[in-house]
């Protein structure tokens, strides 16, 4: 028998990981959470860190559950999802994905038709909290599904909803592998305060507190980004020096490039993968 209250992840890995830990703290109950991940430490990790029941067979936790969260490699998806379509004709969940590129139509059809899908793209400041998740549902998710899976994810974070499914790769593009251009950017900030001179310790230090003084500012003021640059740049000074170098080594078209070529990646999975 399926309870409503019941969710379970397939796949327990760093992103299941994080939502789950964004659950936990926002007070889901542990009981209400099965995970069915092949990789014993992880299993062990997740049952330890958040009490969450922990298991090796998909359709043992897929059973008793009216939510599915699909948390799987996209590689991998089609394989899992056929394994479970019996299930999934005789329980009808609702399914959440949260794989890149992956569509619905293929969700669908992998899972013998007929069933409630969403596709999510979270990412992995989830496990604070401090997540954004893109939201996507097929026609066949009635009003409740839909609340039910932006609440779902609402406990990772903010929710958006995104109309044309196509959309989705660029929302993988920009918030899902997000994260990664930040710390990216971090590294390579650090990288250059210790060849200026600074302590390892100290370059840490300040470019943390950058990180998340400037992500501060940029959500809790509401302001454009770029008014909030100007105002660090004082004409002829260090950010201007700064500033000018980011411009004339093409930063904002290699991003677009880098955003551009992610974006892409998510079409290639789905294809690669059907
Ligand atoms: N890591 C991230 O920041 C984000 C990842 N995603 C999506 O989340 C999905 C998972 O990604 P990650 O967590 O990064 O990968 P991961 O590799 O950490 O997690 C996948 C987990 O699935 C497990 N697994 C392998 N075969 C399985 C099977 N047959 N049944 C059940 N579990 C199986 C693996 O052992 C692994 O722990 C991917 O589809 C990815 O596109 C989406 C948003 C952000
Ligand atoms: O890199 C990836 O494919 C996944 C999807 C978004 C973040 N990580």
């Known amino acids: 028998m399926s309870s409503a209250s019941t969710l379970a992840f397939i796949g327990g890995g760093n992103m299941a990981r994080s939502l789950i830990g964004g659950l936990i703290a926002r007070g889901t109950p542990a009981a209400d959470i099965r995970v069915s991940e092949p990789v014993d430490v992880l299993r062990e990790a997740l049952a330890r860190d958040f009490g969450v029941q922990v298991g090796a067979d998909n359709a043992e936790a897929a059973g008793p559950a009216g939510l599915w969260l699909l948390a799987v ?3 991998i998806m089609r394989a899992v999802c056929e394994a479970l379509a019996p299930l999934a004709q005789a329980n009808r969940p609702l ?3 949260i794989a890149a590129g992956i569509t619905a139509a293929q969700l669908q059809r ?5 069933v409630a899908v969403v596709r999510a793209m979270p990412n992995t400041p989830a496990l604070l909290g401090a997540g954004v998740t893109g939201l996507f549902a097929s026609v066949e998710v009635d009003r409740n599904g839909r609340e039910h899976a932006a609440n779902l994810l ?3 974070g903010r929710t958006v909803w995104i109309d044309d499914e196509a959309r989705m790769d660029a929302v993988t593009a920009t918030s899902g592998s997000g994260p990664a ?5 971090a590294e390579a900030m650090e990288a250059a305060a210790i060849a200026e001179g600074l302590p390892a310790d100290a370059a840490r230090t300040l470019v943390q507190e950058t990180v998340l003084g400037a992500a501060r500012m940029l959500t809790e003021s509401g302001e454009d980004p770029a008014e ?3 105002r660090v740049t004082s004409p002829g000074g260090t950010t201007q020096a700064a500033v000018e170098t980011f411009e004339a080594g093409g930063f904002r078209a290699l991003v677009a490039q880098a955003i551009a070529n992610a974006t892409e990646r998510g079409r290639q999975l789905s294809a690669a993968n059907d």
Do not use: E, M, N, T
């Open 73 to 75: 490699k996209p590689q």
């Open 95 to 97: 399914v959440v994905s």
């Open 110 to 114: 992998w899972l013998g038709g007929g």
């Open 154 to 156: 609402a406990s990772a």
């Open 181 to 185: 251009y930040i710390f990216l950017l």
């Open 228 to 230: 909030l640059r100007r």
